[in-house]
Structures are given as structure tokens and as C-alpha cells.
């Protein structure tokens, strides 16, 4: 009977610690932890501070699907992700901001734009980028209908994560990661290079708050429209 114990326990031990080793093995592979902040490049065109009135302004995205990680340095793979990207565009040269950019006013060569109406006359847009071939592509256009300053932001809101379901979001133990972000770079990132200084003529008393390292991180641009 002893020696059927010992060989039961010692089976049972075996079994456990395999299992532990597994489990560990299985951890290990993912090394982001709480903590995922995918980095998005975005290119903006013209890239001219001045457009004329009828010229349109392009927001290109065109990455693999391996996306760059920031707080780990390394990349992701990510297989039919939906970024939640919003595009976030208004006119700021009066003491209010103007939304005067509707349908007619949207181009999509890939991906979608739909327009989502917010409280009072606000709107924002959330672009659908198309994955195909391993990549994500956006290519969508805004024709600006009045001359004016426009300023445009590319944000993912990190609440909208929260409630995202999709296998990267969640560690090794199947528990959802509680800082997942999407950090948008535009052009090369600098600020002055986007406008910055443009930016800060506006009179609008909650735009003409945020800072140059707020304009960063949160993708801002933005340009004028003239006759």
C-alpha cells in the first residue's frame, strides 16, 4: 500500500510541477503584461500649413500587422484589430469651434469614415482602416467647405479598449490588460512641424488650453483655408 502511495503522490507531483512549467512556458510568451501601447504612424497630406478652398486634406495609415509596441520596445502581432481610431476635426478660428465638414464634404479610398454626431452641433469620425495582405490601410480625405483654421486630432479613446474584445487585449490568465492605449504619431511628430503655432491663435478658451506636449500626444494637426 506504501509503495502505491509513494508512487501515486510522486505521479501527482509530477503531473503538478509539468503543469506548472507549462503554465509558465505560456506566460513567458506574453511579455507586455497590464501594459500595451501600440504605436501608430500617420501621415498627413499636403502637409502645407495653407490649403485652397476645394483642396482636400489626406489622413494616410498603411502599417503591418505587426505593430509596434512602445512600453516594451518590441511589436505585437494583431490579426483583424479594430483601432477605434476617431478623427477629430473642427474649425477654431472663431470663439467657438465650427463643424462645417459633413458627408459631402468625406473621401475614402480605403478604409471607412462614419460620422458620429456628439452633443450640440460637435461631430467626430471613426475610421474603419482595411486589413488585407497583413496590413492595415487608411486613406481617407476631408475637403474643408468654408475658409477658416481647422485643427484635427487622431485619438483612440482608451475606454473604448476597455470594452474591446480581441485576444490581444488579454494577458496569459485571461484577465483583460488595464492600460491598453493607441498612440498616433503624425508626420515625423513635430509639433511646429504640424502647426503648432498656428494652433495657438485660436480663441477658443478649452483648445487654447492644451499645451505642446498635449498637441503630441494626442496627434494633432493643423492648417488654414484660404480663397
Given amino acids: 500500500m506504501a509503495t502505491f502511495f509513494s508512487k501515486t503522490l510522486g505521479f501527482t507531483v509530477a503531473l503538478l510541477v509539468t503543469s506548472i512549467f507549462q ?9 507586455f503584461g497590464d501594459t500595451l501601447w501600440l504605436e501608430v504612424p500617420v501621415e498627413v497630406t499636403p502637409g502645407n500649413e ?22 516594451r520596445g518590441t511589436s505585437i502581432t494583431l ?15 472663431d470663439t467657438i469651434e465650427h463643424f462645417p465638414i459633413s458627408d459631402s464634404d468625406i ?34 480625405g476631408f475637403i474643408p467647405p468654408e475658409i477658416g483654421i481647422y485643427a484635427f486630432a487622431v485619438i483612440t479613446s482608451p475606454i473604448i479598449l476597455q470594452f474591446y474584445e480581441h485576444p490581444a ?25 504640424n502647426n503648432y503655432e498656428l494652433f495657438q491663435q ?21 492648417f488654414r483655408v484660404v480663397d
Fill in 50 to 71: 495653407t490649403l485652397i478652398l476645394g483642396d482636400t486634406i489626406w489622413v494616410h495609415i498603411d502599417i503591418s500587422k505587426h505593430v509596434s509596441e512602445q512600453s
Fill in 169 to 193: 487585449l488579454y494577458k496569459c490568465d485571461k484577465r483583460k490588460r488595464n492600460d491598453a492605449r493607441v498612440l498616433y504619431t503624425i508626420n515625423n511628430g513635430d509639433p511646429y512641424e
Fill in 107 to 140: 473621401v475614402e479610398n480605403k478604409g471607412k469614415l462614419t460620422v458620429v454626431p456628439l452633443t450640440g452641433n460637435a461631430k467626430t469620425y471613426h475610421a474603419t482602416a482595411r486589413f488585407s495582405e497583413d496590413r492595415y490601410f487608411l486613406d481617407v
Fill in 202 to 222: 485660436t480663441s477658443i478658451p478649452h483648445v487654447v488650453k492644451l499645451d505642446v506636449e498635449q498637441y503630441i500626444r494626442d496627434a494633432w494637426y493643423t
Fill in 79 to 93: 490579426d483583424s484589430f479594430n483601432f477605434y481610431t476617431e478623427l477629430n476635426i473642427s474649425r477654431i478660428d
Fill in 23 to 31: 503554465s509558465c512556458d505560456k506566460c513567458e510568451a506574453d511579455q
